[in-house]
């Protein structure tokens, strides 16, 4: 396992089972993080609000009933420190900025480059980690 993130929870937002079968695989073997699917964006706001132990979003852009960026300015009003990395089969047509002019943390051109999104990954889950047990201890 190259990073130990047991402790975590992602929830991939891929309409396409082959596509989150590969994430999930990939995550699994490597990180030993807790992953929640959605199937499309109505399901991954739901699942967001829903499941408050979510550490990490990868959100594609393309999704059936909420688009991804739709979906990305509902989480980031509820939750702005929520990293969101946002993935995509299609990276033109300014994509990139606006996921980013949106709220999100990170972007990602399918086919992923795995070691650099487990790289960026690696360093938001640290921050919100972080962020996430000072907000507990003051609730406390």
Same mark, same amino acid.
């Given at each position: 396992?190259?990073?130990?993130?047991?402790?975590?929870?992602?929830?991939?937002?891929?309409?396409?089972?082959?596509?989150?079968?590969?994430?999930?695989?990939?995550?699994?073997?490597?990180?030993?993080?807790?992953?929640?699917?959605?199937?499309?964006?109505?399901?991954?706001?739901?699942?967001?609000?829903?499941?408050?132990?979510?550490?990490?979003?990868?959100?594609?852009?393309?999704?059936?009933?909420?688009?991804?960026?739709?979906?990305? %300015?509902?989480? %980031?009003?509820?939750?702005?420190?929520?990293?969101?990395?946002?993935?995509?089969?299609?990276?033109?047509?300014?994509?990139?900025?606006?996921?980013?002019?949106?709220?999100?943390?990170?972007?990602?051109?399918?086919?992923?480059?795995?070691?650099?999104?487990?790289?960026?990954?690696? %360093?938001?889950?640290?921050?919100?980690?972080?962020?996430?047990?000072?907000?507990?201890?003051?609730?406390?």
């Amino acid at each position: 396992m190259l990073y130990n993130w047991s402790n975590y929870t992602v929830l991939i937002a891929e309409d396409d089972p082959i596509n989150f079968r590969y994430l999930q695989l990939l995550l699994e073997k490597r990180t030993g993080i807790q992953i929640v699917w959605a199937k499309n964006g109505r399901e991954a706001y739901e699942k967001v609000i829903n499941h408050s132990m979510v550490d990490m979003v990868l959100l594609d852009i393309q999704l059936p009933e909420l688009n991804g960026l739709d979906v990305l %300015k509902h989480i %980031k009003k509820l939750y702005p420190d929520l990293p969101v990395f946002m993935q995509t089969a299609n990276s033109w047509n300014n994509e990139e900025d606006d996921c980013y002019h949106a709220g999100c943390d990170g972007f990602f051109a399918k086919p992923l480059n795995i070691d650099y999104l487990f790289e960026q990954m690696d %360093k938001f889950m640290a921050e919100y980690a972080e962020k996430r047990m000072v907000k507990q201890t003051i609730e406390e």
